[in-house]
Antibody, heavy 119, light 111 residues
Framework: QVQLHESGPGLVKPSEILSLTCSVSGGSMTDLHWSWIRQRPGEGLEWIGQIHYSGNTLYNPSLKSRVIISLDRPNNQLSLQLNSVTATDTAVYYC?????????????WGQGTLVTVSS | EVVLTQSPGTLSLSPGERATLSCRASESLNGRFLAWYQQKPGQAPRLVMFGANRRAIDIPDRFSGGGSGTDFTLTITRLEPEDFAVYYCQLYRTTGLPGYSFGQGTRLEIK
């Protein structure tokens, strides 16, 4: 069974770069889309962006200027880079696998990792 | 941009009762692009329905989804204790700026 696991610093200073990695085990990343989604404390879900195995990306317009999502195919990992963070970027960050191109939904999620932006 | 509005904000029911959760879109959308998630405290969301009415793997048949156009519903017949959670609907936008949006959630709590 495919498992996703997020990792990265739990504390980032304002104006710095948030970098997270999602490791995918138990299955292939081939021909699928993968997304990053976040949830601020006590709030709802916000989609950050997605990447296809081919490398094509799509970002949330509200975050597009600060986000880079990339793939490390040999190591079965995807990465998130969010620049110039502020306190409003404090959230639990999830990576997720898409069901299929014809059904845009997320069927497999990591457990999430809390990132706090604070000096 | 298409906005999803979920109602009610909180639904208080007892085990064994029937729950009907609503998700209304500000514009008509293809049901293929509508999904529902369940989230329990401290856990990641779990896909419940995709394509508006297709149950995800391991989701019991007391869960059903329906609707079209701008109005979609998630129905849970005969609530079990493990069903009490927050439920989010989600759409994929194909017009304007493509991407994904979530509703604000409905909290299903034990009465």
């Amino acid at each position: 069974q495919v498992q996703l696991h997020e990792s990265g610093p739990g504390l980032v200073k304002p104006s710095e770069i948030l970098s997270l990695t999602c490791s995918v085990s138990g299955g292939s990343m081939t021909d699928l889309h993968w997304s990053w989604i976040r949830q601020r404390p006590g709030e709802g879900l916000e989609w950050i962006g997605q990447i296809h195995y081919s490398g094509n990306t799509l970002y949330n317009p509200s975050l597009k200027s600060r986000v880079i999502i990339s793939l490390d195919r040999p190591n079965n990992q995807l990465s998130l880079q969010l620049n110039s963070v502020t306190a409003t970027d404090t959230a639990v960050y999830y990576c997720a696998r898409h069901v299929a191109a014809i059904y845009p939904a997320f069927d497999n999620w990591g457990q999430g990792t809390l990132v706090t932006v604070s000096s | 941009e298409v906005v999803l509005t979920q109602s009610p904000g909180t639904l208080s029911l007892s085990p064994g009762e029937r729950a009907t959760l609503s998700c209304r879109a500000s514009e008509s959308l293809n049901g293929r692009f509508l999904a529902w998630y369940q989230q329990k405290p401290g856990q990641a969301p779990r896909l419940v329905m995709f394509g508006a009415n297709r149950r995800a793997i391991d989701i019991p048949d007391r869960f059903s989804g329906g609707g079209s156009g701008t109005d979609f519903t998630l129905t849970i017949t005969r609530l079990e204790p493990e069903d009490f959670a927050v439920y989010y609907c989600q759409l994929y936008r194909t017009t304007g700026l493509p991407g994904y949006s979530f509703g604000q959630g409905t909290r299903l709590e034990i009465k």
